[in-house]
């Protein structure tokens, strides 16, 4: 299968800013008589190609795991296994279920090739509600009346302040503020160019705000400065914190007022605005704009990618490049707990779209380097649990564990997870052992990881719970998958708060601690694997959790999310389970030291 979008283009290429197919040499050096030469532009590379190359890897053996899913998915319609299956490619052609969003005449690419998230896969927390062993928990059934989307979508709409009135700030705080924005959001979505945060830190300074996109941009940075001064510094008293929450609000609200600037235009600027939007509505824990104003920037990035930038001066492909990826991954992240959200085909078309370059964000090379790691660590992962839904939780061709080939790609999607891992520079890796790690920035992929290895053997879990006649011990691979995912579970619930949990996943990762938190309650529920959680710990998870998510709810001071208090609910209700189970948990003190013991990171070779 050819591959349509470039890990590595050619030094000419690269310059022309034309698409090259990595040829040796490439064809659009032999039409233009030009020499076709690799690695010797002033392009940062080493420690970024360790995952751009990472990146290839894992790719290179997508093929041979989409041909087992396809083998599967045929072998199981005509057994019968999967009634519904179809080859990997007619799951969203026209006429199947993704296919009602592509109006037009317009025909999906094949989801193996690119990282597809499939629409109504079957891996979100309210599909976990629906396993066999929760139909003896009415109180969890309950949940199941309404949905999270017609939650989200009933909940009192955003309402801006009528008197926005904006603070008078010093030199000294608007660049506070810039450089606050630099550390936090700029550094985990590398989208600002340090000149132009610059220019746009003098225009707030001299209150040079008239009614236009780039003083609408100006704004949403100083509400997402504000929002960061509030919450990275720990020694801030409540008192301040309260006050820099409103002085966001306020910038906010100014920006607001100047968004439609923004929706008229087809820029660089625009597509920002609509990207710094969506994250300030994520920090509200609003997730139905932030995919929205998400979805409007990435659609706008596809258009202006598409064009030709007759003036190299006016060449903004790596700014549109960045956003657009941005966009990817957080967008990415809601439709992983929405999946009944309608796609715009992002996620299909991102294999035509190149990876993160040379960008100058900002002003401390290693600071720079480590941001563009960051983003692309985050791609690469975001990516993998995309094919990791798709592969193994697609309502249509998902494969069943009772398929020959599951085992096979499962543990092919383990290793490719490890391979991400060991990929990681030194800067961002964070220990295998589970021991905190210094970084915010580590500690935060390795939650991502976590939920990441726990969705890759869940489905041992799912089929043990669906069996439970079965004795393991005669399955020893199912039985150590059961084991993983419950191990993994465990240690994604002793989360640490990092800024970007608060700042921008507060509403996803809820909802993450809450499927990790089920997923204990249904393996205790297992005769055969409650001997492996009988630990007392158990009653710690629940009112930790309470509080971190109480807290978490409300930091905005804005109105609570509906979702995030059903996240809570659903962990409360599991540790009311747990409660009920305390003459079966033993506080044995080296049951309490396996417990405390995150499960290695290496991949078991079941």
């Not at 800024?499 to 507060?506: G, I, K, L, N, R």
């Amino acid at each position: 299968m050819k591959r349509f979008r470039v890990t590595r283009a050619c030094d000419s290429c690269r310059k022309r800013k034309i698409r090259c197919d990595t040829g040796d040499p490439c064809e659009p050096c032999i039409s233009s008589n030009q020499t076709c030469v690799y690695g010797t532009d002033s392009l940062t590379r080493g420690k970024s190609d360790m995952i751009l190359d990472a990146i290839s890897r894992i790719e290179a053996s997508v093929e041979d795991v989409r041909s087992m899913v396809a083998i599967s998915s045929g072998s199981n319609a005509t057994s019968g296994t999967l009634a519904n299956s179809t080859s990997p490619v007619s799951a969203i052609t026209p006429g199947s279920q993704d296919a009602r969003h592509h109006t037009g005449g317009y025909t999906a690419r094949d989801p193996t090739e690119s990282a597809v998230l499939a629409s109504g896969h079957l891996s979100s927390t309210e599909s976990l509600l629906k396993w066999p062993v929760f139909l003896d928990h009415p109180s969890i059934l309950r949940e199941m009346e309404s949905s999270l989307l017609s939650l989200e979508y009933g909940r009192s709409p955003f309402r801006e302040n009528p008197d926005v009135t904006l603070p008078s700030l010093s030199l000294l705080e608007v660049t506070n503020l810039v450089r606050i924005f630099q550390q936090t959001y700029n550094f985990w979505f590398p989208t600002m160019r340090l000149d132009d945060l610059k220019s746009l830190e003098l225009k707030i300074y001299e209150q040079n705000l008239e009614p236009n996109s780039q003083s609408c941009l100006a704004l949403l940075v100083m509400a997402l400065g504000s929002i960061g001064a509030s919450a990275v510094d720990a020694d801030t008293s409540d008192d301040e914190s309260r006050r820099l929450k409103l002085q966001g609000a306020s910038c906010f609200g100014a920006a607001m007022k100047m968004l439609h600037f923004a929706h008229m235009e087809m820029s660089v600027e625009a597509c920002q605005c609509l990207l710094l939007a969506g994250l300030y509505f994520s920090y509200l824990q609003r997730p139905l704009q932030t995919w929205s104003y998400v979805n409007s920037a990435a659609t706008r990035c596809r258009f202006l990618l598409s064009c030709t930038f007759e003036k190299p001066e006016r060449d903004d492909r790596e700014h549109l490049t960045r956003i657009f990826w941005s966009c990817f991954v957080l967008e990415s992240n809601y439709i992983s707990e929405l999946p009944t959200l309608p796609q715009n085909c992002n996620s299909e078309i991102e294999s035509t779209i190149s990876l993160p370059g040379k960008f100058h964000s900002h002003e401390i090379i290693e600071e720079e380097e480590k941001s563009t790691l960051y983003l692309l660590a985050s791609i690469a992962l975001r990516r993998l649990l995309n094919r990791v839904h798709y592969m193994l939780y697609d309502r249509d061709i998902g494969l069943q564990l009772d398929s020959k080939h599951f085992h096979s790609v499962n543990q092919e999607l383990a290793r490719q997870l490890q391979d991400w891992y060991q990929t990681l520079p030194p800067s961002l890796q964070f220990p295998e052992d589970g021991t905190p790690a210094d970084d915010p920035h580590s500690e935060y992929l390795r939650e991502w990881y976590l939920s990441c290895r726990s969705v890759i053997y869940r489905p041992y879990l799912e089929w043990a719970l669906a069996n439970p006649s079965w004795n393991l011990n005669n399955n020893t691979r199912v039985l150590d998958g059961c084991r993983v995912a419950l191990d993994t579970c465990l240690s994604k619930l002793r989360i640490k708060q990092v800024p970007y949990t608060v700042m921008v996943d507060t509403w996803p990762c809820s909802l993450s601690l809450a499927t990790a938190m089920l997923t204990v309650m249904g393996g205790f529920c297992h005769p055969q694997l409650a001997i492996y959680l009988r630990r007392s710990t158990l009653l710690e998870l629940g009112p930790q959790l309470k509080l971190l998510l109480e807290r978490w709810a409300t930091i905005h001071e804005s109105s609570v999310s509906p979702g995030v208090e059903k996240a809570l609910r659903f962990i409360l209700r599991a540790h009311e389970f747990f409660e009920s189970k305390r003459a079966d948990l033993s506080p044995s003190q080296e049951e309490e030291q396996d417990l405390s013991s995150p499960y290695n990171l290496r991949t078991p070779q079941t």
